[in-house]
Structure formats: structure tokens, C-alpha cells
């Protein structure tokens, strides 16, 4: 039935399904015996049950076989969900994200993220979940508190710094230059001085790279400019000194190529 379930009780979604006959209510007997009267039909009728595992309907008598031998409840960290089908999930998120707060869904998806971050144990849970933690991460910037208010937003740096990384391995340097320019625009404005240096080297040195391989050549030259330009060793800033040399010969512009080559 076409029956929007936002606008209409529960209750009388199910009274209108079995009067259509789409439902049927059976009647569960109050002892967990069969009853005398039904001589113990009611035993052999199926059962059904969600598994919180699978997010399906399963039978209950295949579910008790499954189950024989192992604790009769188990444990929260082993539960997942999921949508049976993928229109189903469409349907979720658009009852989530409505005309009057377009912003409800992203920020569902931000708070999503940080649970998710949250949860993450060791590197290898980093490595799993680092594309899908750092896209609802940053599905709403706005969100990601100041460096003032905890570690939160040093953990998104990195987090997005490691996202670009694992793209540069997988050949996406589009994606990659995103990830890197995102941690970018994180990090702190002092973050040359005060910050970690390795990693501001790091993210500046890789965009610059990425930006190389996409053609984006004005990229190349603002990173790598800023990598530069800053009070740090020459085997330091080499990776910009590289790229910048490549991008002149790629532009044609022998005279400059030569003159970042002796600097380096």
C-alpha cells in the first residue's frame, strides 16, 4: 500500500494491511507448552524471528539448530545491522532528510562518524573504516570542534592525512588531493610552528604530488611554495622541490626547472 508511515499511526497502518488481507494475526499461546486443545499443532507451526545479526526475518527452528552449543545471548560488540535491501535504506534516509532542515541527514551522518571514530581500537579497524569514517566526518566541517575543545579535530586531521594516503595506493589521486586538502583546511594556523611538523609536511608534500598527477599545476606551485618557504631542512622540503622542477619541464618552462633544480 502506497501509505506514507510518517503521517499515519502504526497501529493503523496494521489494522488497514489485515483488512486488506496483506497481514494476518495469529494468536500466541500464553504458556510456552503447546496448548491441550490444539494437540500440539501449535508446536509444529514456524516461528519467526529477527536475527539482529543478518537484519533478515529467520525461521525459529533453524535459528535454535544454529544456536545449539552457544550462549543463549550474545554478546552487544558481536551485534550488527543491517538493511535487508538497498531501497529500504534509501527510504530511511529520505524520511531523515526533510524539505524544512536539509541539514538534518549530514549532520546525522557527521554524529555517525564520530561514534564510529569513537570506536576504532587499533590500526587495523583504522584500516577497514578510514574511507567510510572520514566521509561522514566530513560530510559537515562546521561541526568539528576547535583545537581548543579537545583532540577531536586532530583526530580528523589525521584521520583524513591516512584517508589520502590509503587513496594515493589505490591510484585515486583525485580523491586523495581532497582527503589532503581537507586536513589542510583543519589544521591550526600556527601548525608550522606549534603543531607537528612531520605531519604538515606530510599533507602539504602529498597534495602537492597529488595535484602533479591530476594536472592541476597553480596546486603544485601554491603547496609546494608553502612547503618551501618554511624554517626547516633542505631533505625536509625535497618531495616539493621534485615536483615543482617536474612541473616546469611539464609546462615547458626550462629556465625555471633549472633554477628549483640548484636550490635543491
Not at 45 to 71: A, E, M, Y
Not at 151 to 161: H, M, T, W
Not at 180 to 205: C, N, R, V
Request: proline fraction near 3%; aromatic fraction near 8%.
Amino acid at each position: 500500500l502506497p501509505i506514507n508511515l510518517t503521517n499515519i499511526h502504526v497501529h493503523e497502518y496494521l489494522t488497514t494491511c489485515e483488512k486488506e488481507g496483506f497481514i494476518s494475526k495469529t494468536r500466541q499461546p500464553s504458556s510456552k507448552w503447546p496448548s491441550r486443545r490444539s494437540g500440539g499443532a501449535s508446536a509444529k507451526k514456524k516461528s519467526l524471528s529477527f536475527s539482529s545479526s543478518s537484519g533478515t526475518v529467520n525461521d525459529g527452528t533453524k535459528s535454535r539448530r544454529k544456536s545449539k552449543g552457544q550462549p543463549a545471548r550474545a554478546s552487544s560488540k558481536n551485534i550488527h545491522y543491517n538493511f535487508t535491501h538497498d531501497k529500504i535504506q534509501e527510504s530511511a534516509l529520505s524520511l531523515v532528510s526533510s524539505q524544512n532542515d536539509p541539514d538534518t541527514l549530514t549532520e546525522l551522518q557527521y554524529r555517525v562518524g564520530e561514534a564510529l571514530l569513537a570506536g576504532l581500537q587499533d590500526d587495523e579497524d583504522m584500516k577497514d573504516k578510514v574511507f567510510t569514517v572520514a566521509g561522514l566526518l566530513n560530510s559537515r566541517l562546521d561541526l568539528v570542534p576547535d583545537h581548543k575543545n579537545g583532540n577531536r579535530r586532530k583526530q580528523i586531521v589525521a584521520l583524513n592525512y591516512r584517508a589520502g594516503l590509503r587513496a594515493v595506493e589505490s591510484c585515486a589521486f583525485c580523491s586523495a588531493l581532497a582527503y589532503f586538502e581537507i586536513a589542510m583546511q583543519l589544521l591550526p594556523t600556527d601548525h608550522w610552528k606549534a603543531g607537528d611538523l612531520q605531519q604538515s609536511l606530510g599533507i602539504y608534500s602529498s597534495a602537492t604530488e597529488c595535484a602533479f598527477v591530476t594536472c592541476d599545476f597553480e596546486k603544485v606551485k601554491t603547496y609546494a611554495a608553502t612547503v618551501i618557504e618554511q624554517d626547516c631542512g633542505i631533505l625536509d622540503k625535497i618531495r616539493a622541490y621534485h615536483v615543482l622542477v617536474d612541473t616546469y619541464a611539464a609546462q615547458g618552462n626550462v629556465q625555471k626547472g633549472q633554477n628549483a633544480a640548484t636550490l635543491c
